[in-house]
């Protein structure tokens, strides 16, 4: 998780759609949008919300060819995850073809509908996704119109250090920052994503959660990192960073070619009903990556 959108520098200079004084940039992207009425920008992730609605747009830029990714959205891979389709199609959008998709799914007892708009090209793709209480669907027009207003501009700055809530200091590591995606701030030591390389990702929750047991929930998050269910965990911790409490977990793992890999992870908790979560694997050198893993999280600061 790589280079711009060629052909949207080009015809960005051209668009005359969505270029009004309500078009606002999406902090950490690219992109830029027309939010409905009475959203604010997000501070968990790139987009925006209604919080008391429960309703969001929330931006992703993936360095992955748009056409497979469009291609994985089918109803049988979408009701694995827990989603069902209800809209599939190729919509114009700003002059060129993009896909709209609609789903819905169930989430802590709340029925949500999604709207998912897709395009890009050969090296990157932009989902932006458009999330609302199904009791809540009068605003669906108006959710859609702000996802067809989006603006894709090359130029537009995206530091990743300026959207995110949280710092930490990788500077007596190899770790190299990537970017900032869905509240994530992306590391790994050859400054690529994906990678065979030991990577690190630090990250909020977008949504409160009930955790009445955090060290239950802590263990069931690792269950739900890729291969987490076949984790081996080694160690088990109380730990306290940034005056917030929750675990640290030391396990050890295996990729999607079965090799053995170091699985750190610590969740920690504010007194807000959200929480932050730093997961780092690596392959080789395990001792070592651990070392930094640790003095990393330790490193952790809310802004």
């Known amino acids: 998780m790589k280079s711009a959108l060629l052909f949207f520098s080009l015809f960005v200079v051209h668009l005359t759609f969505g270029q009004t004084e309500r078009l606002i940039k999406v902090a950490g992207t690219k992109c830029s949008l027309i939010p409905p009425d009475n959203f604010e920008p997000a501070t968990n992730f790139s987009g925006f919300w209604q919080v008391e609605s429960g309703a969001s747009i929330m931006i992703n830029e993936l360095p992955t060819a748009y056409q497979p990714l469009v291609d994985e959205f089918t109803a049988g891979a979408l009701l694995l995850k827990g989603m069902t389709l209800l809209e599939k199609q190729t919509v114009d959008f700003n002059n060129l073809k993009a896909t709209f998709i609609k789903v819905k799914q169930m989430a802590n007892g709340?029925?949500?509908l999604k709207q998912i708009l897709i395009f890009g090209d050969t090296k990157q793709t932009i989902l932006v996704n458009g999330i609302y209480p199904e009791t809540n669907k009068v605003i669906e027009h108006e959710i859609k119109n702000a996802l067809l207003s989006t603006v894709f501009n090359s130029d537009q700055a995206d530091n990743p250090l300026d959207a995110a809530t949280f710092t930490v200091d990788i500077s007596n590591t190899d770790f190299k920052l990537i970017k900032y995606m869905?509240?994530?701030?992306?590391?790994?030591?050859d400054g690529k994503m994906p990678t065979r390389q030991p990577t690190l990702i630090v990250s909020n929750s977008v949504a409160k959660v009930t955790a009445q047991n955090q060290k239950?929930?802590?263990?069931e998050r690792l269950k739900k990192l890729p291969g987490g269910e076949f984790s081996d965990i080694k160690e088990i911790q109380e730990i306290t960073i940034d005056n917030m409490k929750g675990y640290e977990i030391v396990a050890h793992g295996k990729t999607k070619d079965d090799k053995p890999t170091l699985v750190y992870q610590v969740m920690i908790f504010n007194d807000k009903g959200y929480y932050y979560l730093i997961v780092g694997q690596a392959r080789e050198d395990q001792l070592r990556n651990l070392e930094n893993f640790r003095l990393i999280a330790k490193t952790f600061k809310r802004k």
């Open 182 to 189: 869905s509240g994530s701030l992306l590391f790994s030591t």
């Open 216 to 219: 239950q929930y802590t263990l």
């Open 110 to 112: 709340t029925q949500y």
